[in-house]
């Protein structure tokens, strides 16, 4: 159906057009599965960002896993990536799950580093469950200094 033949111009008419014309196509860049799990990923996975003088440090809960089960990675050289995966614990014979609450499977979170964010010095500890990862701030240019030039006399 085109709406201008009907005299409508309106540009929310052209944009309803563009849309039902989508439907028809099965060429639209739909997201991947792997897309789609990679959001839920991060969109579970909360963090605490803090800036301090010399450093910026992330704080993320990572209750009841061990270090083989996190990852800390630098990607594109500002790109700070911490992912894993918590698996369910093996079942004991003869016990059932009456409720099953606490989260599995895989996780991510990336944040986009500053400029002044030294990757070389990237630090990760876990304690009482609380995964921080410090990076060092790479220190402040120093500030230029005039330099003078000699007049000639011609």
């Known amino acids: 159906m085109d709406f201008r033949v009907m005299g409508l111009e309106h540009p929310l008419f052209h944009t309803l057009q563009n849309m039902m014309d989508m439907s028809d196509d099965k060429?639209?860049?739909?997201?991947?599965?792997?897309y789609v799990r990679d959001a839920k990923a991060m969109a579970a996975t909360a963090a605490d960002v803090k800036e301090?003088?010399?450093?910026y440090v992330f704080e993320i809960d990572m209750p009841g896993l061990k270090s083989g089960d996190i990852k800390v990675q630098v990607e594109d050289d500002n790109v700070l990536v911490i992912s894993g995966e918590r698996k369910r614990e093996e079942?004991?014979?003869?016990a059932k799950y009456l409720r099953m609450e606490r989260r599995v499977g895989k996780f991510m979170r990336?944040?986009?580093l500053p400029e002044n964010a030294n990757t070389d010095a990237i630090s990760a500890t876990c304690q009482d469950g609380v995964l921080s990862v410090t990076v060092q701030k790479l220190p402040p240019p120093e500030p230029k200094k005039p330099r003078t030039i000699a007049v000639k006399v011609a």
């Open 27 to 34: 060429t639209y860049n739909a997201p991947t599965r792997s």
């Open 52 to 55: 301090y003088p010399n450093s």
């Open 91 to 94: 079942e004991k014979e003869g």
């Open 110 to 112: 990336k944040f986009a």
